[in-house]
């Protein structure tokens, strides 16, 4: 015993040492981190930020001009390097970055005619630049000559906002690069003001007074843009409060295209048509096991009502959460890091979020959503409803683990300069662990798979309504109405959801996301686990190692595909 207890330190620090070279050993290949791409982006996301800070001012001929010129000069760079001898993560790290500058080209493009066709209707902003561009280095102003400049302006912002007044001519981008223009002069406006303001003794005598007329000025001019922007191409408001701008046919498919999804809108409306046709008919078999026939609506009546009473949604939640980590740590699916586990917090939902967020949401921060005091009653009873155990059975896991806290978790570990972001990745993932679930078993009782429907019947739902709405075919009462009607919604949270969907700051294209990234990664796993190349657990962890991209770019890594270097999207994920 005295030679066991002197040899267990002994023993002790052979097997940390070991340990210790197990792990360096897989976590000193450094492409599990960079690429060589990725020297290249981290020099560029430097450079491009000095810029920005420096030329702050948005959408001022400087800043578009001087970015221009710097991503011009990273296309070269990108271009020399030897694309043939790079691996397939740096091929891929290379057509995405690729991507991205010309993206952002693009958008210079777009930002540098758009200013053009508004030059009419800001005569004074070149006056502003020059002054700003001064105080940059500091240079002693001449207040009086500025405070005159500035009660001239003050006169040109009232003449220009006369015209605009009974102007129709400008389009909706122009209107909203005519806002983004007003930001960008008051602020280099303020910049000045706050720069010289009571250190200059003649700049705080004379500008202060001349300054805060024109701020006011071309705050009022802002307005006057935000106006038109709100009456143009924004269908009236159809009695549902919700008025948004769709953006037509021609916009969702070029999104489409950005986000490497091969397919036109026509054809994803078939896919959730056909998913859906799915959930109707599991639903049907759901329903006809509570004996209640071919009732659906009924069902869900019954599943809703099985709501906890207040004060017990958080203990609800946390029963589901350990019943689903339960179940993926018992068949193996996915590594939990234990700090992952220990680390995810929660908080509850306000009110005023609950309006556009009827559903708890996730990531290191669970946010629940349940009635509070100053709710109406019927409000009160609508998210009680819609919040109960059997429907939150299908998302607990979607917002924490395996969902969107492990995706933010190992996205902060590996690979963490890959910025290339995707909501076809980031939806996709957590709605895939809903169906893998569901095909494992996860769901034991009728009333489980109902409510596991419920949303995956949303999910076909949020395609269909989306593509109808941008589109023009279907107006936001249409939408609300449907997710009443054939998803079974409480009405306050469908229109919480299609609120959410068009004027919640979200992109046309989020909320299809999650069904089509569920399916292409689905897809993946066919390729990958039914072939028998890899179990569970290895993809699983193979594709949160590679963080965040177009997933057609994931399959071209894990199945070690050389990517060609005029890469076009064309990978049918889905048969119709």
Same mark, same amino acid.
């Given at each position: 015993?005295?030679?066991?207890?002197?040899?267990?330190?002994?023993?002790?620090?052979?097997?940390?040492?070991?340990?210790?070279?197990?792990?360096?050993?897989?976590?000193?290949?450094?492409?599990?981190?960079?690429?060589?791409?990725?020297?290249?982006?981290?020099?560029?996301?430097?450079?491009?930020?000095?810029?920005?800070?420096?030329?702050?001012?948005?959408?001022?001929?400087?800043?578009?001009?001087?970015?221009?010129?710097?991503?011009?000069?990273?296309?070269?760079?990108?271009?020399?390097?030897?694309?043939?001898?790079?691996?397939?993560?740096?091929?891929?790290?290379?057509?995405?970055?690729?991507?991205?500058?010309?993206?952002?080209?693009?958008?210079?493009?777009?930002?540098?005619?758009?200013?053009?066709?508004?030059?009419?209707?800001?005569?004074?902003?070149?006056?502003?630049?020059?002054?700003?561009?001064?105080?940059?280095?500091?240079?002693?102003?001449?207040?009086?000559?500025?405070?005159?400049?500035?009660?001239?302006?003050?006169?040109?912002?009232?003449?220009?906002?006369?015209?605009?007044?009974?102007?129709?001519?400008?389009?909706?981008?122009?209107?909203?690069?005519?806002?983004?223009?007003?930001?960008?002069?008051?602020?280099?406006?303020?910049?000045?003001?706050?720069?010289?303001?009571?250190?200059?003794?003649?700049?705080?005598?004379?500008?202060?007074?001349?300054?805060?007329?024109?701020?006011?000025?071309?705050?009022?001019?802002?307005?006057?843009?935000?106006?038109?922007?709100?009456?143009?191409?924004?269908?009236?408001?159809?009695?549902?409060?919700?008025?948004?701008?769709?953006?037509?046919?021609?916009?969702?498919?070029?999104?489409?295209?950005?986000?490497?999804?091969?397919?036109?809108?026509?054809?994803?409306?078939?896919?959730? =048509?056909?998913?859906?046709?799915?959930?109707?008919?599991?639903?049907?078999?759901?329903?006809?096991?509570?004996?209640?026939?071919?009732?659906?609506?009924?069902?869900?009546?019954?599943?809703?009502?099985?709501?906890?009473?207040?004060?017990?949604?958080?203990?609800?939640?946390?029963?589901?959460? =350990?019943?689903?980590?339960?179940?993926?740590?018992?068949?193996?699916?996915?590594?939990? $890091?234990?700090?992952?586990?220990?680390?995810?917090?929660?908080?509850?939902?306000?009110?005023?979020?609950?309006?556009?967020?009827?559903?708890?949401?996730?990531?290191?921060?669970?946010?629940?959503?349940?009635?509070?005091?100053?709710?109406?009653?019927?409000?009160?009873?609508?998210?009680?409803?819609? =919040? =109960? $155990?059997?429907?939150?059975?299908?998302?607990?896991?979607?917002?924490?683990?395996?969902?969107?806290?492990?995706?933010?978790?190992?996205?902060?570990?590996?690979?963490?300069?890959?910025?290339?972001?995707?909501?076809?990745?980031?939806?996709?993932?957590?709605?895939?662990?809903?169906?893998?679930?569901?095909?494992?078993?996860?769901?034991?009782?009728?009333?489980?798979?109902?409510?596991?429907?419920?949303?995956?019947?949303?999910?076909?739902?949020?395609?269909?309504?989306?593509?109808?709405?941008?589109?023009?075919?279907?107006?936001?009462?249409?939408?609300?109405?449907?997710?009443?009607?054939?998803?079974?919604?409480?009405?306050?949270?469908?229109?919480?959801?299609?609120?959410?969907?068009?004027?919640?700051?979200?992109?046309?294209?989020?909320?299809?996301?999650?069904?089509?990234?569920?399916?292409?990664?689905?897809?993946?796993?066919?390729?990958?686990?039914?072939?028998?190349?890899?179990?569970?657990?290895?993809?699983?962890?193979?594709?949160?190692?590679?963080?965040?991209?177009?997933?057609?770019?994931?399959?071209?890594?894990?199945?070690?595909?050389?990517?060609?270097?005029?890469?076009?999207?064309?990978?049918?994920?889905?048969?119709?």
């Amino acid at each position: 015993m005295p030679l066991f207890k002197k040899l267990s330190p002994l023993l002790v620090g052979l097997l940390l040492q070991q340990g210790i070279v197990a792990a360096q050993s897989a976590d000193n290949d450094l492409y599990l981190q960079t690429s060589e791409v990725n020297n290249i982006m981290v020099q560029y996301d430097a450079d491009a930020g000095n810029l920005r800070r420096f030329y702050f001012v948005d959408s001022s001929p400087e800043q578009i001009e001087r970015m221009s010129v710097l991503i011009k000069s990273y296309q070269q760079r990108l271009e020399k390097l030897n694309y043939g001898s790079l691996k397939v993560g740096a091929q891929v790290d290379y057509t995405l970055f690729k991507r991205r500058l010309s993206r952002e080209m693009e958008e210079l493009s777009i930002a540098r005619k758009e200013s053009a066709q508004l030059k009419k209707w800001f005569p004074f902003a070149e006056k502003i630049y020059t002054t700003e561009q001064h105080r940059r280095r500091g240079e002693k102003p001449d207040a009086a000559a500025l405070a005159a400049q500035l009660s001239d302006m003050a006169k040109e912002v009232i003449k220009s906002r006369q015209q605009l007044e009974n102007d129709s001519s400008l389009t909706l981008p122009q209107l909203r690069r005519g806002i983004s223009t007003i930001k960008g002069l008051r602020e280099a406006l303020g910049s000045v003001f706050n720069f010289y303001n009571g250190y200059d003794p003649l700049f705080s005598w004379w500008v202060p007074a001349p300054y805060k007329q024109v701020d006011s000025l071309l705050k009022t001019y802002s307005v006057a843009f935000l106006n038109k922007e709100k009456n143009t191409a924004r269908i009236p408001d159809d009695g549902s409060g919700i008025a948004g701008h769709p953006i037509g046919r021609a916009a969702l498919g070029k999104g489409l295209e950005d986000e490497m999804i091969p397919y036109t809108p026509e054809e994803l409306l078939e896919i959730a =048509n056909k998913e859906f046709a799915w959930c109707d008919a599991e639903m049907e078999k759901a329903t006809r096991e509570l004996g209640l026939g071919t009732d659906w609506k009924a069902a869900m009546e019954k599943v809703k009502n099985s709501y906890v009473p207040p004060a017990d949604q958080p203990a609800a939640m946390m029963k589901l959460y =350990n019943e689903s980590v339960d179940f993926i740590k018992q068949h193996s699916l996915i590594t939990l $890091p234990p700090l992952a586990e220990e680390t995810w917090r929660m908080i509850m939902m306000t009110p005023e979020r609950q309006l556009v967020n009827p559903f708890f949401t996730g990531g290191e921060e669970f946010s629940v959503s349940y009635p509070v005091s100053s709710m109406s009653q019927e409000d009160k009873m609508m998210s009680m409803r819609g =919040n =109960n $155990p059997h429907f939150s059975r299908a998302t607990v896991h979607h917002e924490l683990l395996a969902g969107h806290a492990l995706q933010e978790f190992m996205q902060n570990r590996y690979k963490a300069y890959r910025h290339f972001e995707t909501p076809f990745w980031i939806e996709g993932w957590a709605l895939y662990w809903e169906r893998l679930l569901w095909d494992q078993g996860f769901a034991k009782s009728p009333e489980d798979r109902i409510g596991m429907l419920f949303w995956r019947k949303h999910r076909c739902a949020r395609i269909i309504f989306s593509i109808n709405y941008h589109t023009g075919k279907w107006t936001p009462q249409q939408c609300i109405d449907f997710l009443v009607d054939r998803v079974g919604h409480e009405r306050a949270n469908a229109e919480g959801e299609v609120r959410r969907s068009f004027v919640g700051g979200y992109s046309p294209l989020y909320q299809i996301a999650y069904m089509i990234g569920g399916l292409q990664f689905e897809a993946l796993k066919k390729e990958l686990v039914d072939s028998g190349k890899m179990s569970f657990k290895q993809y699983h962890d193979a594709v949160l190692r590679e963080n965040m991209m177009p997933i057609e770019m994931l399959r071209a890594i894990l199945l070690d595909k050389p990517v060609p270097k005029d890469f076009t999207s064309s990978w049918r994920f889905y048969k119709l």
